[in-house]
C-alpha cells in the first residue's frame, strides 16, 4: 500500500496481555494471500501491563493504546481508527 492510499480491509485486533500469542496471529496475517491487494493491520492494546505494545510495534503494524475497557471497548475503537471500508 503506497502512502496516502486507504486500505480495502482494516484488521482489527483487540489485545490484552498478549505477549505471547501476537507474534503468532501477527506472523500470519503477514503470510496472507488475500484477493484484496490493500489490508492494513491495527492492533488496539487494552491496557496491557505486558509487552503487547512492543511486539505490536516490532511487527510494524499500526498500534492503537487505550486504557482497559473490555474487548468491546478495543473493537469499537479499532473500527473507529480504521481506514478500510471492511473490517
Known amino acids: 500500500m503506497t502512502e496516502g492510499e ?3 480491509i482494516s484488521v482489527i485486533i483487540p489485545a490484552l ?3 505471547a500469542t501476537l507474534p503468532e496471529c501477527l506472523g500470519s496475517l503477514q503470510k496472507q ?3 484484496h491487494p490493500q489490508f ?3 492492533v ?3 491496557g496491557s ?3 503487547t505494545a512492543s511486539v ?3 511487527a510494524g503494524v499500526r ?7 473490555g474487548r468491546a471497548a478495543a473493537r469499537n475503537h479499532g473500527a473507529q481508527a480504521a481506514g478500510g471500508s471492511l473490517f
Open 44 to 46: 488496539v492494546d487494552d
Open 40 to 42: 492494513e493491520v491495527i
Open 56 to 58: 505490536a510495534e516490532s
Open 17 to 19: 496481555n498478549a505477549e
Open 49 to 51: 501491563t505486558d509487552r
Open 6 to 8: 486507504c486500505p480495502a
Open 63 to 69: 498500534l492503537e493504546r487505550i486504557p482497559h475497557a
Open 33 to 35: 494471500e488475500e484477493p
